[in-house]
C-alpha cells in the first residue's frame, strides 16, 4: 500500500506539473495536440489490435461473459471510431477562458469571473478500452492533466491506446504527464488514487455499483458522483395515449442496458388507456412487474416485489405501478428514484409543470424519452457521465463540467476603507 | 455515537422534509419570511441579551479570551446589525429559478438548465453567534434547508437567536425545520453530523484550521472548503511607488486577522525602491521577516524562518521575500500559497496578464488590495465563506454558491432513434 502512496505522489506531481504547463498553451494547440493523437490512435492501429487481441485471450481464458468480452473486444471499425470521437472533442468549444459574469463596482474594481481548467482530474473506469482515449480527451480539451486507471481485463489495450495519445500530444508541444496511465492491476492502487487529496482535485468514476459505492466510501478526494439511473416515466391522466405508448416503449426497449432507460413506470389511476400501454410493452418483449392494479390489466403481467421499485434492471423489465395523481407519482419517485432522469407524460400544462418543479431530479422530462439522457442528445458534444449529485456538475457532464473559475479582480490602485 | 447518528437521521430527515416543502414557497414568500424573521429577532431582544449574558459568565469562567469574549458579545446594537443583515439577504435578488442556459434540438427537444437550491446544508461554526442568523437567512433565501452546529461557548445564544428566528419564519408560513440547530454541546454530534451522507447535501465548516481540518478528515457529505489565506501580494519591477507601498499597507493592516490580509510580500529585485516600501509597513507597525535580500534594507527586519512562507500570521507580521521576475513569484506562490487570494501590483499589463493567467488562486488581484476579498466588496451581498477548494463554488460563496441546477427537457412526444 506504501509503495503505491508512493507511485501516486509521483503521478500526482508530474500531473501537476503537466497541469500547470498547460496552463501557458492555447486553445488552438490543444486541439491541434487530440487531433494529432487521434492521428497517433489511427497510426499504432496494428500494435493496438494486437494489445487487445492479448487481452481477449486472457479475458476467455478467465471467464469473461460473452457482453464483457463484447466490451473488451477493439478491431479496426471500433478503432476508427475511438480515433473520430477524439477529433471530435478536438472539435469542440473550448470553455476555458470564456468570462461567466462581470461586474463593475463603484470604487471602480473590475470582478471577472473566468473558467478555468479543474486541475488533475482521476478517472477509475472498468471494461470498455474506449474510455482511455475518450475521458483523456474530454479532459485535455478542457485544459485538465488526467490519471487514467482501468480495468485490468483491459490493460493491454489501455497501455497501447495511451502510449499512442501521448506520442501524438508530445508531438504537439504538449507536456507527455498530461495524460498519465496508473500501469498496474493490483486494486491497492486505487485505494491510492482515491487518497490522493491535494494532488488529484476530483475523481470521476465510470462503472457499476460496487466501484462507485467503493469510490465513494475510501475517497478523500472530492467525487463526482455516477449513481445509478432508477429513471421513472408517469403517464399522467391527461397523456396523450400515441406519446404514452411511444415514449415508454421507447425509453424502457430501445438500449435496456444503458443508465436513462425506465425502471418504473407510474400510471394514473384516471388515464384511460392502460391496456394498450401495458400491452405495447409487453408485446415489444417487456417482462412487466406490476402490482395488483397493473396485474388485473393484462395476464402476462407478473407481480412486483418491494425490492422492485428500487431495482435498476437494465433489462427488459419494468416495473408498474397506478398511482393517484402526480403528487403520488412524485412521492414515489421521492422515496425510490435515484435523482438521475424523471419524465412526465402529459398535455396538461399545470400537471407537467408541478413535475418538473417537484421532482429532484438532475434531469426531468415532458413528452419525451428518458433515452434521452445523454450528453450528445443535449448538444454538449460528448459526456464524461451523467452526474448524479447535486455539487460541481449535474446530469450530463461534458466538457464545462471538467472547469472551475478563478475571479479576476483589476484596479488601479484600489484600497479597502 | 450512535444516539447521535439517530439524531442527526432525525433532524436530517426533518429537514429534508422541509426542504421539499420549501420548494412549493415563493421567492417572495421566503423574503417575507427572513424579514419576519428580522422583526422577531428585534422582539427577542430581552432574551437574546440574557442568553448571551449566560454564554458571557461560562466564558470568563472557562477563562476564554478577551478577544473570544468579544466575539462571543451581543449587545442592543450589535443584536441590531444582526437583524438588519438579515434584513439585507431577505432583499437580495433569488437566484432560484434563473435559467442558466437554453438550448433547443435539431428534434425540438427544448433544453433549459434551471437553477434550484442545493438541498440541505450543514454548517459547523465556532464562537461568533451572529454565524446563527447569517447562515440560516442565506440558506433559507436560496430555499435550502439548513442545520446549523455552533461553539458550545455560544450555546444559549445560539438557542435563542435560532428560537427567535423559527418563530419568524413559521409565522410567515414556512416549515418549522427549514432551520434547525443541533443543540447539544456534545462533539460526537459533529461527527454524525459529516457521516450524515444523503441526508445532509454539503457541510460548510466555518472557523479555525482545527475546525476545517477535523471535517475535511472525516467528512462523508461533500466539504465547501474554506482554508487559510496565505494571501501573497507581489510587487513588479514596473510598480506604481505609491500603489505599491498604499496596497501593501492596506492588505496587510486595515485589519490584519482576516483570511483576505496579505500574509507574504514578494518585492522584484529590480523594484526601484523597496526601501520606502518596507518603510511604511515598519511605520504603521508592523514586524517584517524577510530573507537576507530583504533584511539588508532595513535594520528594524528580522530574518524569515522556512516556516514563515507557510504561515498565515493573522496579525500585523508579513514575511518579505526578494524575487527574480514574475515567474519566481508565481513559483513561490505555487509552493507556499493557499489558492486564495494573490495579487499583483504593476503598471506592466502584460505582466499583470502573466500573473492573472498562471496564478492558481481562488480570486487575482491586479492593483488592488487583498482585503477585497469578500463577498459584500464583489457586489453579491453577503456571502457565507470564502471558498479555497476548486469544485462548486471558488472564492467568495453567496447565494448563487448554494444553489446547483436541474435540466428541464421539454419535448412533444420525441423519442430516441
Known amino acids: 500500500m506504501s509503495d503505491y502512496k508512493d507511485l501516486m505522489t509521483d503521478m500526482g506531481e508530474r500531473a ?8 501557458g498553451i492555447t486553445s ?7 487531433v494529432a493523437a487521434a492521428s497517433a490512435l489511427r497510426h499504432s492501429q496494428p500494435g493496438i489490435l494486437a494489445a487487445n487481441a492479448q487481452d481477449m485471450i486472457k479475458g476467455r481464458e478467465n471467464g469473461l461473459s460473452d457482453a464483457m468480452l463484447d466490451r473488451l473486444m477493439i478491431d479496426a471499425e471500433r478503432l476508427d471510431v475511438i480515433a473520430s470521437a477524439v477529433e471530435q472533442v478536438a472539435a469542440l468549444p473550448d470553455p476555458v477562458g470564456a468570462i461567466i459574469d462581470r461586474n463593475e463596482r463603484p470604487n471602480g474594481l473590475i470582478m471577472e469571473r473566468v473558467r478555468v481548467p479543474l486541475g488533475v482530474i482521476g478517472i477509475i473506469y472498468e471494461s470498455r478500452p474506449n474510455v482511455t482515449a475518450d475521458a483523456a480527451a474530454l479532459g485535455l480539451r478542457s485544459g485538465n492533466a488526467v490519471i487514467l486507471r482501468g480495468g485490468s481485463e483491459a490493460m493491454e489495450s489501455n497501455r497501447a491506446i495511451h502510449a499512442a495519445m501521448v506520442a501524438g500530444v508530445t508531438a504537439a508541444g504538449l507536456p507527455e504527464h498530461a495524460i498519465q496511465l496508473v500501469q498496474t492491476t493490483d486494486r491497492a492502487a486505487v485505494g491510492a488514487m482515491l487518497k490522493a487529496a491535494g494532488l488529484i482535485d476530483i475523481i470521476i468514476p ?10 465513494q466510501e475510501e475517497a478523500r478526494v472530492p467525487v463526482l458522483a455516477h449513481l445509478d439511473g432508477i429513471c421513472h416515466t408517469y403517464i399522467g391522466k391527461a397523456a396523450d395515449q400515441d406519446k404514452a405508448i411511444a415514449i415508454a416503449v421507447n425509453a424502457k426497449m430501445r438500449r435496456t442496458g444503458i443508465c436513462g ?4 413506470l407510474l400510471v394514473d389511476q384516471d388515464y384511460p388507456a392502460p391496456g394498450p400501454l401495458l400491452r405495447a410493452l409487453l408485446d415489444a418483449g417487456c417482462e412487466v412487474r406490476g402490482d395488483d392494479a397493473i396485474m388485473e390489466l393484462d395476464p402476462r403481467t407478473v407481480s412486483a416485489e418491494a425490492e422492485d421499485w428500487d431495482t435498476e434492471y437494465l433489462a427488459p423489465i419494468v416495473a408498474a405501478r397506478m398511482v393517484g395523481g402526480v403528487d403520488e407519482a412524485l412521492a414515489h419517485i421521492a422515496d425510490h428514484g435515484s435523482h438521475h432522469t424523471d419524465v412526465v407524460v402529459t398535455e396538461d400544462e399545470a400537471v407537467a409543470n408541478r413535475f418538473i418543479q417537484h421532482a429532484d431530479s438532475a434531469i426531468v422530462m415532458w413528452n419525451a424519452s428518458s433515452q434521452f439522457a445523454d450528453g450528445g442528445e443535449f448538444g454538449l458534444g460528448a459526456e464524461i457521465g451523467i452526474s448524479t449529485g447535486r455539487l460541481h456538475a449535474r446530469g450530463p457532464v461534458a466538457l464545462e463540467g471538467l472547469t472551475t473559475y478563478k475571479w479576476v479582480v483589476r484596479g488601479t490602485g484600489q484600497i479597502r476603507p
Do not use: C, D, W
Not at 28 to 34: D, G, N, P, V, W
Open 16 to 23: 501537476r506539473g503537466a497541469f500547470a504547463a498547460l496552463s
Open 28 to 34: 488552438a494547440q490543444k486541439a491541434e495536440a487530440l
Open 261 to 264: 432507460a425506465m425502471e418504473t
Open 206 to 215: 465510470r462503472g457499476g455499483k460496487s466501484l462507485v459505492a467503493r469510490v
